[in-house]
Structure formats: C-alpha cells, structure tokens
C-alpha cells in the first residue's frame, strides 16, 4: 500500500470518528505514514492535507524522504490553532503531551489507528519479510553444521548476527536467544556462556530485519538422543502449533487461535508451563497486531502476517518452542521451508 492510500484509509477512519485532524508523534507510525524515518519530527494529517514537521536537523532529511510538504517544526502552533479537536496517538510520551499542551490545542486519545492499518501488509512489505525469512532459513541451515557440543550460546547467538549481514539482512530482528538444557525453560533467556552439552535441548529463536520490516523463528534441536519426557514435550508443542496455524484464516477471531493451542498443550497436562500469548503480528516492529492471546478482541484480516509459536518450559528441566510466521488468507501461508519433526531437530 503506497503512503498516499495509507492516509487515505486513515482519512475514512477520521471520517467515521469525526476527527478533524490526527497529529502523529510516534516514530514507526510516522514512518509508516510519510516516509519520513527521523527521530524527531511530528506528521498532521487534515481532511484536506497532511504536512511533515521538523526543525533544522532534519529539514533535508525529510525532503528526500517524504512526497508531502515539509515545514519547520517551530510554525506548528498557528496551524494546530485552526481545529479545535485534535486526535493524538495514546502511546506517546508524557514529556510529548506535556509539549502538545503548551501548544494550546485541546486533544483526544486514540488507541491503535494506525496500528489497525499497518496490521494489514501490502506486497512489498510481504516481500521484505518474505525476504528476511528466506535470509533465516538460511542462517538456520548453516548452524545445524555449525553448532557442536562446546561451544557457548553467546558464540551462537555471534554467528547468527555475522550471517545476518553476510546474507544481505540489514541486521538482527531482536537479540538472538540461544538456550540451552535449563536455559530453555526462561522465553526470553539472555545467551550467555553457557557451553552447548548433549541429550538436551538447544532453542533457537532469532529473526533479521529487512529494509525496515523485522522476521521471527523458533526452531528447538536436540544435541543426542531424546527420553520418552523429552520426546513427549517436544511433539505436544508441534501438534500444538499445528492446530493453532490450521486455525489461521480471515474472519477468526484471535483468541481462537491461541484457544487451538492451549487446549491441547493444558489437555496434555502442559498448560501451566505455557507461559505466554500463542503468537502476534510482525512487520515494522517484531510485535504488532494481532495478538493471540485468551483475551483478545482482534479478528483476523486478509494479508495481516503473524507468528505461531506455542512453548513448554520446565523450570531446571529445559523448554521447547517452535515458531513460524504465518500470512492470513483463506487459509494459513507459512513463510519458512525449515521442517519442525523431532528427527529433523536431531543433531
């Protein structure tokens, strides 16, 4: 979707809520919005036009960037003064609305306009995940020959982020996680010096970024031979995540998807050790919507791209996640080409 029909989607929304004007501070929606990427910088989009406002630093910046007028941030006050309703974005800063404030206008919070609309990708930010996830299947097959018993996860976590740029990423999507054996029983575990062991899990869970649009991946592999418990968590969080993305389609409801895979991990005695949401959106931030968890009230739309990525984590034991982004059609599109089966993880 080009930026000129982002705003005029944006413009029909402003319609439907009676909202003269929407005043865009955050710097992903801006970007979004405009084009302009700078940190600092304020977009107003009127019913009958939208304007970029910036001070000296980014003035040339902006022009290159944006097809919409550019003016100096310091005349912003006489044109807010013209509406006397402005919407704003509920996630800006208090230092942000004390700032707006100053200026005189009186403005009403909106929550996740924009966001709605970035939910839905166009084909060429499909392309650049789509991209970014061919780049990760790629990474993933060089650290099957890669990873051996002695090295650390930090060491790992290095090479996925050399391979990253060798293959043409523009870096890592977040921090690579690289958990071994307990380790893999914290989500978020921060790799360490933890050396790489046998007849144990390794999570792997890392993406790359994109001109700007970030990919997701969990694969979990198993250094040696499995026990039957280790088998058993392992193939619960695969059957899981298959019925959540057999869930997957246009019209569903969010948490119906988070519901196929917790159902079925808490009826395998699992549900206490699933810890968070089954998956979310992807795409100018590694989180955006929609949210798979039990409480969701987001329905599923035609080209939003989410994660499927239900885990068990056993404190001092170990964990397992597997992990696929996902685009919403009639039916799931899975982005990653990598096998999940147990004897595929098997190194």
């Known amino acids: 979707m080009a930026k000129s029909s982002r705003i005029k989607v944006l413009r029909k929304r402003m319609k439907e809520d009676r909202l003269g004007a929407f005043l865009v501070l955050t710097k992903i929606n801006r970007q979004y919005l405009s084009g302009f990427t700078g940190s600092h910088g304020v977009l107003l989009i ?3 036009k939208s304007v970029v406002f910036v001070d000296e630093r980014y003035t040339i910046r902006a022009r290159r960037e944006t097809t919409l007028p550019v003016r100096n ?8 003064s013209k509406f006397r309703k402005i919407a704003v974005e509920d996630a800006i800063t208090l230092r942000e609305l004390g700032w707006l404030k ?9 929550r996740d306009i924009v966001e709605n609309i970035r939910a839905v990708k166009s084909p060429e930010e499909l392309a650049n995940i789509r991209k ?8 993933f097959r060089h650290l099957l020959k890669f990873i051996k018993p002695g090295k650390t996860e930090a060491q790992v976590a290095q090479e996925i982020e050399r391979m990253a740029k060798k293959l043409g990423a523009d870096g890592s999507a977040f921090d690579s996680i690289v958990a071994f054996g307990a380790n893999a029983a914290a989500p978020h575990h921060l790799s360490g010096n933890q050396r790489i062991g046998r007849n144990n899990f390794l999570l792997l869970d890392f993406g790359v970024l994109v ?9 979990t592999l198993f250094i040696g031979k499995p026990n ?5 968590v392992y193939n619960t969080v695969m059957e899981a995540q298959a019925l959540a993305i057999a869930a997957i389609r246009a019209g569903v409801k969010a948490h119906s998807v988070d519901a196929a895979a917790r159902g079925y991990i808490t009826a395998e005695g699992y549900g206490k050790q699933f810890t968070h949401n089954t998956g979310h959106g992807v795409g100018l931030q590694i989180h955006e919507l929609p949210n798979f968890s039990k409480d969701s009230e987001d329905t599923l739309r ?3 791209i989410v994660t499927v990525e239900p885990g068990i984590y056993i404190e001092g034991w170990g964990g397992v996640r597997i992990e696929d982004m996902v685009r919403v059609g009639e039916g799931p599109q899975i982005f990653s080409k990598i096998p999940k089966d147990l004897k595929s993880m098997i190194i």
Not at 132 to 139: A, C, H, L, W, Y
């Open 102 to 110: 100053k200026l005189g206008s009186g403005y009403l919070p909106t």
């Open 211 to 219: 001109r700007g649009y970030h990919s997701d991946f969990s694969r």
């Open 302 to 304: 035609f080209g939003m």
């Open 73 to 80: 941030l310091k005349t912003l006050k006489p044109v807010l």
């Open 46 to 48: 009127a019913r009958n």
């Open 228 to 232: 039957k418990k280790q088998a058993e």
């Open 132 to 139: 970014g996830q061919e780049i990760v299947d790629r990474i």
